[in-house]
């Protein structure tokens, strides 16, 4: 039986002429050539820009794109209920109309609803999830009762059709508590297809001290309690207490300002409708379901070999059951676990929550077999990037940092006027304590000139062994969503290739997390490959100097301390051991990346700084730097420059009046906190 379009939804199968027009149309969209954003006054580095696009330049105004509500989800599942005529049929699958924009070559998303077995459960994330997937959607009819075996071998024909057809894609398939299990069974027994699994709170464990009650007081129910709903207390459509019922609902609901406890509290208008969509027979079935399906997942989940990611909520008390979900963790061999721990059962229908973004900050999203750091990247909308803004709002506010510039004729400047528009850019620099400069300075570069810096991290930032020591993957968030990517010889190359703006640190972390008194102090190895890789593109080399940690914070811990105390220094050995090792091949302090926190106590903030120095050409040059002596001397002069970069910066900070907070926080309070805070002259000026 045909599902009929409803509301933004439409069969699968059915509109696929309408599907291939928009994908056109938006192919033309993403095509279009992105823009520098430049003031139309400011002289260009060998470039003319005729007209300015910046996505980014506004982002105090950039909202979350409008999203349905649980209100659409219960009205169109009401429909599906009214088009399922009461007997259902078997399953199927359908696909909403809202992500019929997604981009050619992009992977199949299937999902596997939870307890309410709608296939809407996505609903709030349908537009999101259409830009970067095809999704498909599985939508069980209330009166269904197909067991799970048989839906898992439902799903498996899907699964196998799709890689038989696209046998270099991945297949994401999206479960929520029952549809996890689904999918982890389906997993298990396709060892041999590339499936990427995103489980929302899997249910391998039933949690029977809140279920069972649940099960009596359902079983115990009279079947004459829906008709008496609403014969006695006047819920049917067109009966005056409805229309009263409803008003003063609506009334709470605009108290409240929204959100999803004002949608539940409004949807109790719809109770009939609950009522009718998940009968007691139905909800009674779902159950055994539950039990069937979470059995045999629990069975099978030490074969699934399937990249796989987890999301638990921290408010699930129904189904959640921790101890099992450590054993889930450890049994997945290709495994991260992400905590909301704000959010309920219902995660995909709660504010906040955006699918999208959580499998890209993951690095979940890939087209091919193979992650590509670089080509499965996409850009952070303006709202990501405001959302990543304000996580550094009081880092920023509190050093107003100074951005600094060098023109083509030598000029220095307060902007990034000096910074080449088109790629491939090289910025090679020094670290400060934690990389604390990188962050800013992706978020200045793209809300001034959009341009997206793809900063050379370590590697710690995106693997982490199973039961390891290592911060959690959710701390380096922030990274990820501006778009670094694990160091390696390989990545430099292709991001070269690609014409990307690239920040190498050749300090790694042995400057990153440097001792007491080295705030300055360069670690650089002898010899570097990166000037003779940079040639190879035509790469434009821009050292750049930062300064400003000695007026954050004091060190008052660091690693030569900590290896003297024993149980630092087993945790320190620990966590190096178990993470990828880097400079292998140098001696001396330089081979020394051991990973640690080095302690330190935060000062009254003063001010942070960087400097770009000119730029370097390497256009033309291919042949002369093939040489290595010749591109040692380049080499030379980039870390000279770093070193002149900084001792600039050092001397000029003591001449800038607002070096201080106090200063900055009187010109904030009389210029209003978005001003840009002055600092020291400019020779030019």
């Known amino acids: 039986m045909a599902l009929r379009i409803t509301d933004g939804i439409c069969p699968i199968f059915s509109s696929g002429s309408s599907r291939r027009a928009h994908n056109l149309h938006f192919s033309h969209l993403k095509s279009t050539r992105r823009l520098t954003s430049v003031a139309t006054e400011r002289r260009r580095y060998r470039a003319k820009v005729t007209a300015t696009v910046n996505p980014y330049s506004n982002t105090e105004a950039a909202r979350p794109e409008e999203r349905k509500s649980l209100r659409d989800f219960l009205s169109e599942a009401e429909n599906f209920y009214t088009s399922d005529s009461g007997d259902g049929g078997p399953p199927r699958w359908f696909s909403p109309l809202q992500c019929s924009s997604h981009a050619p070559g992009s992977p199949l998303l299937l999902y596997i609803p939870g307890m309410d077995g709608t296939g809407l459960g996505l609903i709030r994330q349908h537009r999101r999830l259409g830009e970067i997937f095809d999704v498909w959607c599985l939508h069980f009819p209330a009166m269904d009762r197909t067991p799970a075996r048989d839906i898992v071998k439902l799903i498996e024909r899907t699964v196998r059709s799709e890689y038989y057809r696209v046998p270099n894609r991945p297949i994401y398939i999206v479960g929520e508590s029952v549809g996890a299990c689904l999918a982890l069974d389906v997993a298990a027994s396709n060892p041999d297809i590339d499936i990427v699994l995103i489980l929302a709170n899997p249910v391998t464990s039933l949690n029977n001290f809140m279920l069972q009650p649940l099960s009596s007081l359902l079983e115990t129910l009279p079947d004459e309690v829906p008709s008496l709903i609403e014969e006695n207390f006047g819920f049917r459509e067109s009966y005056p207490f409805s229309a009263m019922f409803e008003s003063m609902l609506n009334e709470t609901v605009a ?241 070269l290739r690609s014409k990307a703006h690239v920040v190498l640190y050749p300090g790694g972390v042995r400057e990153a997390l440097h001792r007491k008194g080295e705030e300055y102090k360069l670690f650089w190895p002898e010899h570097s490959e990166f000037v003779r890789i940079a040639s190879k593109f035509g790469a434009r080399i821009i050292p750049f100097g930062a300064v400003g940690e000695d007026d954050l914070c004091q060190m008052v ?129």
């Open 255 to 495: 108290q409240m300002g929204g959100g999803l406890l004002g949608d539940i509290i409004a949807a109790s208008a719809n109770l009939p409708s609950l009522i009718r969509i998940f009968p007691k027979d139905t909800l009674l079935w779902k159950l055994q379901l539950l039990k069937s399906a979470s059995a045999s997942a629990k069975s099978h989940m030490y074969t699934v070999k399937a990249q796989t990611l987890i999301l638990l909520s921290g408010r699930d008390q129904w189904l959640r059951n921790n101890g099992d979900i450590e054993r889930l963790r450890f049994a997945l061999p290709k495994c991260e676990v992400r905590d909301f721990y704000n959010n309920g059962q219902f995660l995909f229908l709660e504010d906040g929550v955006d699918l999208a973004t959580i499998i890209k900050i993951s690095y979940y999203y890939r087209r091919g077999k193979i992650l590509d750091y670089i080509s499965d990247y996409t850009l952070p909308t303006p709202y990501e990037l405001k959302e990543f803004e304000q996580s550094q709002r009081l880092l920023t506010a509190a050093t107003a940092p100074v951005f600094l510039s060098t023109l083509d004729d030598g000029t220095v400047v307060r902007s990034l006027e000096g910074i080449p528009s088109e790629g491939p850019v090289l910025y090679v620099g020094n670290h400060m304590l934690f990389g604390l400069e990188l962050r800013p300075a992706a978020i200045h570069f793209l809300k001034e000139r959009n341009i997206l810096l793809r900063g050379l991290a370590h590697p710690v930032m995106f693997t982490k062994k199973i039961g390891s020591k290592l911060p959690d993957m959710q701390m380096f968030d922030s990274a990820r969503i501006i778009g670094a990517v694990p160091v390696s010889n390989m990545n430099f190359y292709k991001l």
């Open 557 to 685: 811990l660091d690693y030569n301390d900590q290896m003297k105390i024993p149980f630092l220094k087993n945790l320190i050995e620990e966590i190096t051991h178990d993470t990828i090792k880097l400079r292998n091949d140098e001696e001396g302090e330089l081979r020394n990346q051991d990973l640690h926190m080095p302690g330190f106590i935060p000062k009254i903030p003063g001010r942070y700084y960087v400097y770009f120095g000119k730029p370097i050409e390497t256009k033309g040059r291919e042949k002369e730097l093939h040489d290595k002596e010749k591109a040692h001397e380049v080499y030379l002069e980039v870390k000279s420059e770093v070193e002149r970069c900084m001792t600039y910066l050092k001397t000029k900070r003591e001449t800038d009046p607002y070096r201080n907070i106090l200063p900055r926080l009187l010109y904030y309070l009389s210029h209003g906190f978005s001003s840009q805070v002055p600092t020291f002259d400019l020779p030019n000026h």
